[in-house]
């Protein structure tokens, strides 16, 4: 594996620094009070140079989640082909949350990517770009499931109805993980493994009551 050059190295700092000091003071002040000007002038560079990284403040109130959809992304289309749709789905999101800690943490505090979770549901012009993101990546996901499995996602619904059940455990996952106590990595790995678990049970046409 090549490492990158000096420049290139330079380039990836000036943008974590950005991306670090925008969501910092999204999450302190208010999406919508804070300025890019504020953003330049705390990390000292130019608002040429934060438009050269980012398109917008949007953009960069979603930098990290961005690193972890396609994350997962990557993990899915590493899923053996053998695997049934639902447990590549699990597995990949696991195996996400295995290697994108190290990432996250190169970048923002993981306390800080939690804090911007909650900023982006409770801010709604981001809640509502954060769910049309959610609808675009489900159907890319739906996609490479069908294409796993042989199908048209066109013709055949099974691969968005899939992909819309998994999409629901995750986002319960994120929120009960928000009013948790731990607010770990770890955490978050294991409430989703949990859940998950708990996908196939919740769809049986009768539930164990007494569990």
């Given at each position: 594996m090549t490492l990158p050059g000096l420049r290139e190295r330079k380039k990836q700092r000036t943008r974590d620094a950005l991306t670090r000091v925008a969501l910092e003071l999204f999450t302190t002040q208010g999406y919508e009070r804070t300025t890019v000007d504020e953003i330049v002038d705390a990390v000292e560079v130019s608002q040429r140079t934060f438009f050269r990284y980012f398109s917008s403040k949007e953009e960069v109130a979603?930098?990290?989640?961005?690193?972890?959809?396609?994350?997962?992304?990557?993990?899915?289309?590493?899923?053996?082909?053998?695997?049934?749709?639902?447990?590549?789905?699990?597995?990949?999101?696991?195996?996400?949350?295995?290697?994108?800690?190290?990432?996250?943490?190169?970048?923002?505090?993981?306390?800080?990517?939690?804090?911007?979770?909650?900023m982006i549901e409770s801010t709604p012009a981001l809640l509502a770009v954060h769910l049309r993101r959610s609808t675009e990546m489900e159907e890319t996901i739906a996609r490479i499931v069908a294409a796993r499995e042989g199908l048209d996602v066109d013709a055949d619904p099974r691969p968005r109805i899939?992909?819309?059940?998994?999409?629901?455990?995750?986002?319960?996952?994120?929120?009960?993980?928000?009013?948790?106590?731990?607010?770990?990595l770890e955490a978050i790995r294991a409430l989703t493994e949990t859940y998950l678990d708990h996908l196939g049970p919740a769809l049986a046409p009768h539930w164990d009551r007494e569990r």
């Open positions: 979603f930098t990290v989640q961005h690193m972890v959809e396609d994350r997962f992304v990557h993990a899915l289309g590493q899923r053996p082909a053998e695997e049934a749709p639902l447990d590549a789905l699990r597995n990949a999101v696991l195996a996400a949350w295995d290697s994108i800690g190290e990432a996250i943490v190169e970048v923002v505090p993981v306390e800080l990517y939690l804090r911007t979770y909650r899939a992909v819309a059940a998994f999409s629901g455990v995750m986002r319960v996952t994120g929120q009960m993980w928000g009013r948790g106590t731990d607010q770990s």
